[in-house]
């Protein structure tokens, strides 16, 4: 309870700081116009709620971005399993893995509209792609970081290779798991607005855009605002993940 409580303390001292500091920038700085104060921006995110627009380009967004987050986390932890479990499939999948992950999903916007069109398929293939490969390098160290001692005392116990993989070497390799779907959900979140800045109808990035053209400069700031905190919410729930469920076995801080 203390270690919660302190901890709460500095996320709210971190902000109220972030905040001060957001105050101070935008009064002595660049100016209101150009870099509106927090109060300006919170204003205004009271004002596109009660409209509708914010709960509706955030609704979006985050279907997007659940959507090929799941496709992808569906698709990544089979295939980083087998790839730390069987020499044969990392011979075969790895160099694939190694050469396509280095190809950032912004430069398949392009490719994804021309394949997909501007629809939701398009925005969910980005993310997926941008999530997939996280995840399966990920899981795939995670399989092959599984203590030896732990195999073989398994074995001495009378344990068959699949009760070895689904009481020992799962186990031990969920907290790799989170912590790969930790770094991919960051990742959506910055594949997602470049996608709807490009080819898109709605959704926050879109509000961005939009905005820009009209120099709504309070209103990209609350899309900044909102991403910044859905994407801190999402980042927390995936570190209590990583202690909850993983536990001792987590190798993360």
């Known amino acids: 309870m203390r270690q919660s409580l302190e901890r709460f303390a500095g996320y709210v001292v971190g902000f109220a700081s972030l905040f001060l500091i957001w105050h101070a920038a935008s009064t002595w700085w660049l100016g209101s116009v150009l870099f509106p104060p927090p109060w300006q921006v919170v204003k205004k995110a009271i004002e596109l709620t ?36 069987f020499t044969f499939v990392r011979r075969l999948l790895e160099p694939y893995t190694e050469f396509l992950r280095f190809i950032p999903a912004t430069a398949l916007i392009t490719v994804a509209v021309i394949w997909f069109g501007i629809g939701e398929t398009s925005k969910i293939f980005l993310i997926t792609y941008t999530t997939v490969f996280i995840i399966i390098i990920n899981t795939a160290a995670g399989v092959a970081a599984v203590a030896p001692n732990k195999i073989r005392a398994a074995r001495s116990l009378g344990a068959n290779r699949t009760q070895i993989f689904f009481f020992v070497a799962f186990p031990a390799t969920v907290p790799y798991i989170l912590t790969g779907m930790r770094l991919a959900m960051a990742n959506s979140f910055v594949t997602i607005i470049a996608a709807e800045l490009v080819a898109a109808n709605n959704g926050l ?31 927390r729930l995936f570190r209590w993940g990583i202690y909850a469920f993983a536990g001792r076995f987590s190798p993360v801080t």
């Not at 569906?74 to 087998?82: E, Q």
């Not at 209103?219 to 980042?235: E, K, R, S």
């Open 205 to 235: 990035g879109k509000m961005i855009w939009d905005s820009r053209m009209y120099m709504l400069v309070d209103q990209i700031f609350v899309a900044l605002l909102v991403l910044g905190l859905l994407g801190f919410t999402a980042d």
């Open 50 to 85: 009660e409209e509708g627009v914010l709960g509706e380009q955030v609704a979006v967004s985050l279907m997007r971005i659940f959507s090929g987050f799941v496709c992808g986390t569906m698709i990544g932890i089979p295939v980083g399993l087998a790839i730390g479990s």
